[in-house]
């Protein structure tokens, strides 16, 4: 019906840069907020950024100023450009985006798989 299909991560030396994208296809009438967020292992999966319809951000107070958070709504796509990246940024990235479907009447949330991204020298 959805799928989400993340692509960008990889392993980085600290202080380096990756960009991260989702891209959403299927039987989608409209899309809502569409963000990132990051797990490792033992801890709840964390929000990392989201961005508004209208193209507002959100970022967690741990990537301010390091990670830009965009969307291509014609492309059904949101981007997480992440710089100066930090060994303790290491973990699983995944896009979260609400959609609304041409065969719902309600706003639900879809996952995508998940990429791994590893900051170690």
């Known amino acids: 019906q959805v799928q989400l299909v993340e692509s960008g991560g990889g392993l980085v030396q600290p202080g380096g840069s990756l960009r991260l994208s989702c891209a959403a296809s299927?039987?989608?009438?409209?899309?809502?907020?569409m963000g990132w967020y990051r797990q490792t292992p033992g801890k709840q999966r964390e929000l990392v950024a989201t961005?508004?319809?209208?193209?507002?951000?959100d970022y967690a107070d741990l990537v301010k100023g390091r990670f830009t958070i965009s969307r291509d709504n014609a492309e059904n796509t949101v981007y997480l450009q992440m710089n100066s990246l930090k060994p303790e940024d290491t973990a699983v990235y995944y896009c979260?985006?609400?959609?609304?479907?041409?065969?719902?009447?309600?706003?639900?949330?879809?996952w995508g798989q998940g990429t791994q991204v590893t900051v170690s020298s």
């Open positions: 299927g039987s989608i009438f409209s899309i809502n907020s």
């Open positions: 979260n985006v609400r959609i609304l479907t041409k065969l719902s009447s309600s706003w639900e949330d879809y």
């Open positions: 961005i508004s319809p209208l193209g507002n951000p």
